[in-house]
C-alpha cells in the first residue's frame, strides 16, 4: 500500500503511520520540520516501511501544496491512503480579541485542510480508487466557550468532506472524517489528563481500522460518539450558558 | 499528577514534563532552576521510589528507533522504546535482545539505568554488558556520548546508575542472532532448597535458567521449587519461526481487596502450582512472550495486591553462603507468618564494572509482599541477613533500604558520588530513593 501522510511528525500521525511501516507500505510524509522528518522517516525503516520519502512544507504556504502533492504523487507512483494529520491547539482567549492570529489558526485548522483538498480530489478522480482521511476534532460538533475558534474551523472541513464524499462516490473514492476526542498529546501537553482522556496510539488503531472498513464519520475512542450526541441534544437556552 | 512506581508504594504527587524529542529535552534541563530537581523516567516499571521525585522527565516521546545495522546486528534506538517493540522489529529478522527483564513493557532507558538482569546472567552478563554508546543530557543541558571508550567513567556511572548521573536520550545495543522465536523448555523438580542449587549448578551451561519457589513450604520441604531451563529452538520452518506473536490476556482494571491474598490463599496456590507443574511433561516448546514475560499476560497484575501496593524484595549472596543465608531468610519470613506469592531464585555470574550494578557472582531470591505496617521490621530483619551473609538489595525494587544498608552493601557508591559531583553538583537529578540513600 502507498500512504501519503500530511503532517506526519503530528503524534496520531506518528502513530499511523508506524502502523502502516510495520504493514510494510511505502510512506511519503509531510511536515514542516525537516530534522523531525527525517528522524521519523528512519524508525519507520527499522519498523519495516519498504520506503519511506518525505518533503518539508509548511502547510499554511498554500501556493506550495500543488507541486508539493504533485512531487508525493510521483514519489509513491500513486497514493492509496492519503491522511491529512496537521493542526494546532489556540489559546482561545487570545485568538478570540486577536483577529490577526485568529485567521491564523483558522487557516492552518481549516483553510489550508480545504487547499489539499482541492488538489488530491481531482488526483484522486484520476486513480479511481483510494481513500482520504482527514483528522478533524470532537470540538467540531458544537461551538463550546473554551474553543470555538478551533471548533469552527474543524467543523469547516468536516462540513467538506460530507459534501465531497458524496461527489467523490461514483469515483470509488471513500472519505473518512476522524473526529478524536481528548488526545494525550504534545499538543496537549499543558491539560491535567483525566479518565477521558486517550493515547495517540490508540486512535491511531481505530483510523487504520477504520480506513480499511471504508468509514464515514469516525470517532475516537468510539465514546465520544455519545459523549457528543448528548452535548448536541442539549438545547440552546441551556448551553449558552455552559462554560465547559 | 500523582506518580508512583510498579508496587505502588510509595506514592507521591508529582509535576510530569514529557519533551517531544532530544532538542526540547535538552532545553529544559539547561532552563531548569538551580535548586530545582528532576528524575528521568521510563515506562515507571521500577518497583519503588526510584523514578520519583517533584519533577519526572518521561522519555514517552523520545522513541524513536534510530538505525539498524543488519550485517553488525547493532540497533540504535532513542530510550524511551520500550523492549517489546524491539522484540517486534527483531524478531522477524532473526534477532533477539541479548538480555530480557521479566517484563518487556520496560524502556531502553531505563534498563540502562538499573542494568537490568535476565535469565541467562550466569553466561550473559547483565543488559549494560551489551550497550555500546549512550547519549547523556547533562544537568548543564549538554548532549555529551559515553561508552568504553568515550568518557568510560560516566559511562560506568550511568550504567546501573539509577538517572542520577543525567537523562540518557538514545542507546546503542548489540543484538543476537536466534534460530526461531521459540524457546525449548526443561522442567526439573526440586523436593528442598538444596536440590534446587544442585540442579542449577548441574545445568550451568543452559541458556537461560530460573527456579520458582514455593517460599510457604516449611522443615523438610523448605525450598521445594520448580527449575526452569530452556535454550532457542532450533528451526523448523523460517518463516513462521520467526513470526512475533504477542499475547494478550487479562487486565485488573482495578485494586482488588488486598485481604485476598493472605497466607492460606497463598499457601493454596503455592502448594497446587507446584503441584501441577510436578505432575506437567517436563518438556515443552514455548513462544518467547510466555517464556521470557508470563506476567505480562495479566495487565496491571501490580494491582492485585490491593490500592496500599506491595513492596519487592530481591536480594543477592554470594554463592559460598547463599544456601546458608537464603534457608535463614525463608526461614525467618515463615516464622513471622508473611508469605511472598510469586518467589523467584536465580544464579548470577560475575560482577562488572559499573558502580552500582546489582548483580554479582551468587544467586538472587525474589519476593513480593503485601504492603502493611507489620512487614517493614520483618524486612529490616531480612536486610540484616542479607548483610551478615555479604549480599545487597536490587535498587530497582527497592522502596525502603536504609543509607546504612545502602553504603555498607554498595563498595562503589563512593567512587560514584566523587562522578556524580563531577557532572551534577547541584544534585539537578535526584529521586526520592537517592536523597532516602544519601546519593544527593
Known sequence: MKVLIIGATSAIAKACARIYAELGCSLHLIARRGDQLELLASDLLVRGASKVSHSVLDLNKFAAHEKTLDAAFTE????????????????????????????????????????LLTELAPKFIEQQQGTIAVITSVAGDRGRQPNFVYGAAKSLVSTYLQGLRGKLLTHNVNIVDIRPGLVDSP????????????????????????????????????????IMFVVSAIPEFVFKRLTF | MKAMGWGRYPKTTAELIQPADSQALQKFISAQKKSASCIGRGSGRSYGDSALAERLVSSRFLDN????????????????????????????????????????????????????????????GSFCAHVKK???????????????????????????????????????????????????????IANNLAECFEHIEDNADSKYSVAWLDCLATNKNLGRSVVYLGEHAASKNRKTDTIYRERSGLSIPFSTPSFLLNKTTMSAFNASYFGAQKRKKSRTTLGCDNYFFPLDSISNWNRLYGPKGFLQYQFVIPSESALDGITTVLEKISEKGKGSFLTVLKKFGEANENLLSFPESGYTLTLDFKNEPALFPLLEELDRIVLAHGGRLYLAKDARMSEEVFKASYPNWEKFMSIKNKVDPDNRFASLQSKRLGLT
Not at chain 1, 80 to 107: M, R, T, Y
Not at chain 2, 80 to 102: A, T, W, Y
Open chain 1, 76 to 115: 509513491l507512483r500513486g497514493v492509496d491512503i492519503a491522511l491529512i494529520c496537521h493542526g494546532s491547539l489556540p489559546d482561545q482567549e487570545k485568538v478570540e480579541q486577536n483577529f490577526k492570529q485568529a485567521h491564523k489558526e483558522i487557516n492552518t485548522n481549516g483553510i489550508s485542510v480545504i487547499s
Open chain 2, 65 to 124: 528507533f534510530l538505525e539498524l545495522d543488519q550485517q553488525q546486528n547493532v540497533l540504535r534506538c532513542g530510550a524511551g522504546v520500550k523492549l517489546g517493540d524491539i522484540l517486534k522489529i527483531c524478531i522477524p529478522r532473526g534477532l533477539f535482545l541479548p538480555v530480557l527483564p521479566g517484563t518487556k513493557a520496560v524502556t531502553v532507558g531505563g534498563a540502562i539505568a538499573a542494568d537490568v538482569h535476565g535469565k541467562n546472567h550466569h553466561l550473559d
Open chain 2, 134 to 188: 549512550i547519549s547523556l543530557v547533562l544537568a548543564s543541558g549538554e548532549l555529551v556520548s559515553c561508552s568504553e571508550q568515550e568518557n568510560p567513567e560516566l559511562f560506568r556511572a550511568t550504567c546501573s546508575g539509577m538517572g542520577l548521573t543525567g537523562i540518557i536520550s538514545d542507546a546503542t545495543l548489540s543484538l543476537d542472532s536466534i534460530p526461531s522465536s521459540y524457546i525449548n523448555q526443561r522442567r526439573l
Open chain 1, 187 to 226: 499538543m496537549t501537553a499543558q491539560f491535567p489528563k483525566g479518565p477521558l482522556w486517550s493515547s495517540p496510539e490508540r486512535i491511531a488503531q481505530k483510523i487504520v481500522k477504520s480506513i480499511r472498513r471504508g468509514s464515514h464519520t469516525v470517532y475516537a475512542p468510539s465514546y465520544w460518539r455519545v
